[in-house]
């Protein structure tokens, strides 16, 4: 397996408030991306202590043995102690009050990869034959979408589209998705924060990883794509390769 892993302020931003991580633990290859709110340094205290306690405990529990539905307990237990000390860390400081992070994960092997999310940062399987969303946005957006008030087109201008309705942080009890993904030699797995399909279509993220040129420049074609039109946020991008 290869990965690579890219993360911009964006022309705007003043500080990033993104983070992510790269990890191998025995067969699995761990990724994971975070977007913080709540503030300049909450939102970067969010999405830091999140990455950092995810990996942990994975590095911790994530056993070579465990079948799909273990692995995704194993990630989901993670996801709930990140809560928690995102949690911890906001009743410290009153201006951390309302600070949380967006998070998407990937836990990769051979044939199989566990995605699990919270809020709108996104997985994408990719391949030759196309370009499909693993993970579901929290987003009042895209429950638009689902209920027909919205196209997806709509959506990606909507004025709304940065209000999520599941973070990390703000709620005791935090509920993830995942996805059990099955890949093959040749496929991708994208994870990213908002920030890039804010700015860059699905179809536009299929070309530069499939047809751009080499993987090897992939992430930084996409993060000046993003930069092309604005960047208006941060951008956060890790791409892994199943060979």
């Known amino acids: 397996m290869r990965i690579w892993g890219i993360t911009d302020t964006g022309l705007v931003r ?26 300049t340094q909450g939102g970067r205290l969010a999405s830091s202590t999140a990455v950092d306690v995810y990996r942990e405990q994975l590095e911790n529990n994530l056993k070579a043995e465990m079948t799909a539905e273990q692995v ?28 949380g992070t ?11 990869a566990m995605i699990s999310n919270v809020g709108d940062s996104r997985a994408y ?9 693993v993970s579901r946005d929290h987003s009042v957006v895209e429950n638009m979408v689902e209920r027909g008030d919205l196209t997806p087109l709509a959506a990606r201008h909507h004025p ?7 973070a990390l942080g703000p709620d005791a009890q935090v ?14 797995i994208l994870l990213c924060s908002d920030g890039l399909v804010n700015t860059v279509s699905d179809q536009e993220i299929l070309f530069e990883v499939i ?9 930084e074609r996409l993060v000046s794509l993003s930069k092309e039109r604005g960047a ?3 951008v956060t991008v890790v791409l892994l390769m199943n060979i």
């Not at 290859?29 to 975070?34: K, Q, Y």
């Not at 047809?211 to 992430?219: I, M, S, T, W, Y």
């Open 14 to 39: 003043e500080e990033n408030q993104d983070a992510y991580a790269i990890k191998t633990i025995g067969p699995y290859t761990l990724a994971v991306v975070c977007d913080g709110m709540g503030g």
């Open 72 to 99: 995704s307990q194993t990630s989901q237990f993670a996801i709930a102690l990140a809560n928690a000390a995102i949690r911890e860390e906001a009743a410290k400081n009153p201006g951390f009050e309302r600070m």
């Open 102 to 112: 967006t998070l998407v994960s990937a836990i990769a092997r051979d044939d199989m």
């Open 125 to 133: 399987l990719i391949s030759r034959e196309g370009i499909t969303q």
């Open 160 to 166: 709304s589209r940065n209000l999520i309705t599941r």
């Open 175 to 188: 509920q993830p998705d995942t996805f059990d993904v099955t890949w093959k030699q040749g496929d991708y």
């Open 211 to 219: 047809h751009g040129g080499e993987p090897d420049d992939c992430l």
């Open 232 to 234: 208006p946020d941060n």
